[in-house]
C-alpha cells in the first residue's frame, strides 16, 4: 500500500506488470523519427510503488548505451542532488519526457541533440503518461522545460523554470497544478530554504491521487526543478550552492515533504 505500512505485494506485482506491459508497448514504438537513431527507447527506473516520479529530458549518449535513464554525468549530479534532500533513489521511479535519444543537430558540437515537439508529444500518451498511471505517484517533479512542458501539455519553449509558480491550476489536465515549489520555497529569503512544513503539504493533500487497479484520479502536485544537465553545464561540481542547485534541492525536499504527509 502506497500510504505506509505493510506492503501488499500482489499490488506490488500487479503495478510491475502494468510496467512491464509499458515497457514492451514501449520498445516496438515508432512513433516519430527518433526511433531510427537510437539504439532502443529507454524505459524508467525505480520502484513500481515510488511516491515520487522524477522526470527528466530525453537519453543522453551514455544513457542510450546503458538502456537507463540518468547514467550518465547528469545523472552522477541528480544522485547527488536526491543525496541533499534526502531521498532514496532506490524509493523513486526516474524517467524522461522522451524515451528515444535525440542526436545533435549536423555541425553541431553537442553529443545530443534536443526532442522535436512531435515526440515530445508523441511520448507523453505512448509513453511517460501510462508510466504515471501504472504507479499512482503523489509528487511529480519535472526537471527543466521539456519535462515541464510535457506534463503541462505546452511547448518547452514557453517554459521558464524560473516562472512555473504562476501556472494556473487546470483542471482539464490532471498532471498539472500550481508547478514548482511555491509552496515551499520563500522567494524573499536569499538562502532559498524550504519554508513549507507537513501541515502546508497536508493542505494540498485534496490534489493527491486516489490510486485504484493501478491508475491514478484526480491531480497530481507538479513541482519544477533545474534539469541536471544545465547544472552541469553551470559548474555544479565547483559550485553545489548555486542558485538553481539550491532551487532544485529545495523542490525536491518540497517533493518528500509532500509524498510524506
Not at 516519430?32 to 516520479?53: D, E, M, N, W
Not at 544513457?63 to 532506490?90: H, M, N, Q, T
Not at 522545460?145 to 523554470?161: D, E, I, M, R, W
Amino acid at each position: 500500500a502506497k500510504g505506509g505500512g505493510r506492503v501488499d505485494q500482489a499490488h506490488v506485482e500487479e503495478l510491475a506488470q502494468l510496467l512491464e506491459l509499458a515497457r514492451t508497448d514501449l520498445s516496438t514504438c515508432t512513433a516519430c523519427q527518433l526511433r531510427a537513431t537510437t539504439r532502443a527507447p529507454v524505459f524508467g527506473r525505480g520502484s513500481p510503488t515510488a511516491r515520487i516520479v522524477i522526470v527528466g529530458e530525453a537519453p543522453g549518449t551514455e544513457e542510450d548505451k546503458a538502456g537507463s535513464p540518468f547514467v550518465g554525468a547528469a545523472g552522477r549530479i541528480l544522485s547527488d542532488l536526491l543525496v541533499r534532500a534526502e531521498l532514496v533513489e532506490a524509493d523513486l521511479w526516474i524517467t524522461n519526457a522522451v524515451a528515444c535519444w535525440p542526436p545533435p543537430a549536423p555541425g553541431s558540437s553537442s553529443r545530443n541533440g534536443k526532442p522535436t515537439i512531435d515526440s515530445v508529444r508523441n511520448c507523453n500518451h505512448l509513453h511517460l503518461l501510462r508510466q504515471l498511471d501504472a504507479i499512482g505517484p503523489r509528487v511529480v517533479v519535472a526537471l527543466g522545460a521539456y519535462a515541464t512542458g510535457s506534463l503541462l501539455q505546452v511547448s518547452p519553449a514557453s517554459v521558464k523554470v524560473a516562472d512555473t509558480i504562476s501556472v494556473p491550476l487546470d483542471a482539464s489536465n490532471p498532471w498539472a497544478i500550481p508547478a514548482s515549489p511555491a509552496g515551499f520555497l520563500d522567494p524573499n529569503n536569499p538562502a532559498l530554504r524550504v519554508s513549507g512544513s507537513i501541515d502546508d503539504a497536508g493542505a494540498l493533500r485534496r490534489h493527491l491521487p486516489v490510486v485504484a487497479g493501478g491508475r491514478t484520479a484526480g491531480l497530481v502536485p507538479l513541482l519544477v526543478g533545474y534539469h541536471p544537465a544545465y547544472l552541469d553545464r553551470l559548474g555544479y561540481w565547483q559550485d553545489k550552492d548555486s542558485r538553481a542547485a539550491q532551487v532544485t534541492v529545495a523542490t525536491l525536499i518540497g517533493a518528500r515533504r509532500l509524498a510524506a504527509a
